[in-house]
């Protein structure tokens, strides 16, 4: 993984990020994992290690929020043509009435991308009220714009559908990844946390805290935000996805797997049910075949999962940190995605070093 390690290394010289934890596997495990550099860019900070936890931000969307939306299908809670209009008040009237659970998962909503709702609301109704009000940009189901908003009415419906918080709902699964991904990271937690942006009304980074503002208000347990994990958890879950395309696991079918996994049929969209999928301008790089399904976080996080070459990749980062201005990382996925292009030589290297050991 030479190649990949020289661009891991250039974002640290680029300050791209203080820390960034890495692992590539397929579904039997990993293949390679190591940690980089620091938990900031003080003198003497810890450095990063492979039990580092990161805010996973909109990593949120696919591991938490997706997944509970496919176990709440599945039981019959709620279903794909589930309108607003039918779980919540207010959203009757014009295409407000048309719009979907489908929509709000492939980001065809019509809802704004973003919001400051945090500034005016503090509860999940105040949320919603001023949700309500924000006006929609374009019909529902004619083009997909990527909303943390559309996410977070998605975590209310899953809340009153299951008749409990999503952390306490996603408990099961994060079980499944050894509870290093979870909601609320408890005090025990807090030494292993990368920081994230510093606040700049104290002088102090947030940690341990999400970052997301709007999931902060709404008390750190939210539909697009609010996750916090090592990346051997997410390495887990990927494990997980990919098992799930072949048999059933806690996750779901194959069957529903592969449904959330298609794209929309939304035009000009990249977007599944949740999750996106490949396109080589992207941030999964141009090796990974068109049946590859991920997401990127805000904070610097990054999962790619493919079903046709069995391989995955976290790449786990803290690059808000000092400030959410630094658009180093942005600029490295553009220029050199050699990263998340895993060489199929070196992949018959580590397969025959694995076997060797099965």
Known sequence: MGA??????????????PAAVVEVGRLRGPLWREAFGAMTYAAGAPAARLDTIFDLASLTKVIATTSLVMRAVREGRISLETRLADRLNGWSDGDRGAITVRHLLDHSSGLPAHAKLWQHARTRAAFE??????PLERPPGTAAVYSDVGFILLGFLLE?????????QLAPLSSSMSGQVRYLPPADWRSRVAPTEVDESRGLATHAEVHDENAAALGGVAGHAGLFGTTGAVGRFAQIVLTTFQNPTALGRPDEMRR???RSSVPGSSRALGWDTMLPTSSCGTRMSPRAIGHTGFTGTSMWIDPEKDVYVVWLTNRVHPTRANDALARLYRADRVFLEIDRTQRRHYDERIAAHD
């Open 160 to 168: 009153d559908s299951g008749g409990t918080t999503l952390d306490r």
């Open 260 to 262: 959330f996994a298609t």
């Open 129 to 134: 009220r001023e949700i309500r009000q924000l």
């Open 4 to 17: 990949a390690r020289e661009v891991i290394l250039a974002g640290l010289a680029a300050r791209a990020y």
